[in-house]
């Protein structure tokens, strides 16, 4: 399938501080959305500089380290790439809808992409947050929810519904409601 063709896969982000919640929910929503046959393709943004997924030393670190731009490792369970160099967030999510709709271009709603730490992205976004008074210096319009550690005090939730007026979920408890949100 050539990548022009791919038709719009649903893309649910979350954003937020370190140990807000983000992994949590979106590890709740990968499961509950994995028993709905929905395949969910995870993104996560990495905020070190240093940080390489390769292992030093082993055969593909060696062809990384040769000159090789692309590096692809397969085994029975798991397939990989290596782009050594930075790509944009959009031209990965191009390439990553094409592998997922030549799997079944018939339904693209039977997948989601999901994304962790992507504040740049053009989506609709769900703001996890460990307490309310981080939600100022992080809300931006594309924001539609809020989650993460937040979600289990209803005091935060009364106030942050009131003053705010976002809802806020649960997605540990309630996973159901990413449907609502995202008309899957």
């Known amino acids: 399938m050539d990548a022009s063709q791919v038709t719009s896969i649903p893309k649910i982000s979350f954003i937020g501080y370190s140990k807000s919640g983000k992994t949590a929910s979106i590890e709740a ?8 046959k929905i395949r969910c393709m995870a993104f996560k ?12 030393g082993k055969n593909t670190w060696k062809y990384s380290q ?7 490792s397969k085994s029975k369970n798991e397939s990989a ?3 050594n160099w930075d790509v944009s967030t959009n031209t990965l ?9 030549s799997e079944d271009a018939s339904n693209p ?5 999901l ?8 989506e609709k976004k769900i703001l996890c947050v460990q307490s309310s008074k981080e939600i100022p210096e992080q809300l931006d319009p594309q924001v539609v929810a809020v989650a993460g550690a937040v979600s289990s005090t209803p005091s935060e939730v009364e106030s942050i519904e009131t003053n705010y007026n976002l809802p806020v979920i649960n997605f540990l408890t309630n996973p159901e409601k990413i449907m609502r949100i995202y008309d899957l």
């Open 29 to 36: 929503i990968i499961k509950f959305l994995s028993v709905k």
């Open 45 to 56: 943004h990495i905020h070190r500089d240093d940080f390489s997924i390769d292992i030093p």
């Open 66 to 72: 040769a000159g090789a731009r692309i590096v692809c």
């Open 81 to 83: 790439f290596i782009l």
């Open 93 to 101: 999510i191009k390439i990553v809808e094409a592998i997922s709709q």
């Open 109 to 113: 709603k039977s997948i989601v992409l």
């Open 115 to 122: 994304f962790e730490g992507f504040r740049d992205l053009d």
